[in-house]
Nanobody, 126 residues
Framework: QVQLVESGGGLVQPGGSLRLSCTAS????????MGWFRQAPGKEREFVAG????????PYADSVKGRFTISRDNGKNTVYLQMTSLKPEDTAVYYC???????????????????WGQGTQVTVSS
């Protein structure tokens, strides 16, 4: 079993930056493909970025490509989402997610993930 705890959300002005962190416990973190999702009010939860076990493959949603960067530190059991050039439409609750260690690729579907954090609010507003 994997437990995930996100941190780093907050209020930021348009054009600003934030870094989200997600720390995992309860399993061998380096064996899990990880992802970030977000959910805005009244909308479905959507894929933002994912990262494979080694960190070599990092697919992104088109809406964040070139602005967000996902990374991981397996020694610290932590995955990060560096967000820059933030826009009001990035406002959402951001969730960290993990796949069971039988999987080696990133999934863009919420159903592809077995472990979820509680979410952290990101608000982009002037």
């Amino acid at each position: 079993q994997v437990q995930l705890v996100e941190s780093g959300g907050g209020l930021v002005q348009p054009g600003g930056s934030l870094r989200l962190s997600c720390t995992a416990s309860g399993s061998i973190f380096s064996s899990n493909v990880m992802g970030w999702f977000r959910q805005a009010p009244g909308k479905e939860r959507e894929f933002v970025a994912g990262i494979t076990r080694s960190g070599v493959n990092t697919p992104y949603a088109d809406s964040v490509k070139g602005r967000f960067t996902i990374s991981r530190d397996n020694g610290k059991n932590t995955v990060y989402l560096q967000m820059t050039s933030l826009k009001p439409e990035d406002t959402a609750v951001y969730y960290c997610a993990g796949r069971r260690n039988v999987y080696i690729s990133v999934s863009v579907a919420t159903t592809g993930y077995d472990y979820w954090g509680q979410g952290t609010q990101v608000t982009v507003s002037s």
